[in-house]
């Protein structure tokens, strides 16, 4: 029997990619979106692709009331999003919740701890956590292959025209707020929550002066470092390069990791299989809806029992509270 979820919301980057994604996996009926905009419910109608011929919710109470909605993907835009999860979740409904979890850090707290008094999934929207380049790092760092991991590095810039860079400067942070998440997710899936946090937010273009252009975050722990860097005016493709090195080995997703094609790996002696010195391992090279793809199957595998959640509610509010430490202070 399929799964009846709904979409709250259009304003997200990733909104018809998700939405695409339900309509096309054969075990999701996906009944309709609520767009609480006017004006953007008419552009996303006009834009067609995954929207067009979709139902629109005319009252969000018509789709939070529909006892046979389980789930719904939450894809507001960032400013919005947060307050309309916690609708979600008030409601009884999974969540599936496109990054980052809003700039409130006690909402965010509140509404876990709700999906957790209710047995309710929230899945944050981190694509990469599915991307077969991504799994392997962590799974070689997390598992001892490359010895005691002392250094990250991470670099995800783009270029963004002037219209959204007026949008996301309302979040303290700016462009690194808005991405910064997706290699934090990475981080502290493989270091755990740093001990200091320091951010360096700049606007070096003046375009859109209340808006961080240029970020660079440096995540501290007792015996490693890690440091995020994201801008807003690479010019494109973006390089975007993932590299993380331990005492025993190396492992760096080669430049740009969309899609990715291969690790650079180097080991300090034979381990698990593999040589000693450097080699190049071939990477799953997909797509980004194919990765929202994969997103949404595990999404309903872990609502359905089928198997726990592929990161726990912990890892979801730490992912966040580190981003609220770089972006704002969070102590």
Known sequence: MAIRMAQYGTGHGHAAGKLQSMLTHPDVECVGVFEPDETRRAASARAGGPYEGIRWFDRVEDMLGDPGIAAIASEGRNDESLAQTEEIVRAGKHAWYDKPAGDDWPAWQRVVALAEQASLQVQMGYMFRYHDGFCKIADWARSGTLGRVFAI?????????????EVISVHRGGIFYDLAGHMLD?????????SRVTAFLRNETGEVPAFTDN?????????????????????APPARRFEVYGTEGSAILMEPFE?????RL?????????????????????????????????????ISGEQPPDRPLSHELLVQETLIRATRGLS
């Open 153 to 165: 590095r991470a670099h995800m810039s783009t270029n963004v025209p002037t219209s959204s860079r």
């Open 186 to 194: 990475q981080v502290v899936w493989i270091l755990g929550r740093p």
């Open 215 to 235: 970020g660079l975050g440096v995540f501290e722990y007792e015996r490693a470092m890690a440091t995020v860097d994201i801008a807003a005016m690479e010019p």
């Open 259 to 263: 899609p990715g094609t291969e690790i």
């Open 266 to 302: 180097v080991l300090a002696e034979d381990r698990d299989g593999r040589s000693a010195g450097e080699s190049r391992v071939a990477v799953d090279g997909r797509s980004r809806q194919a990765l929202y793809d994969l997103e949404l199957a595990s999404f309903l595998k872990t």
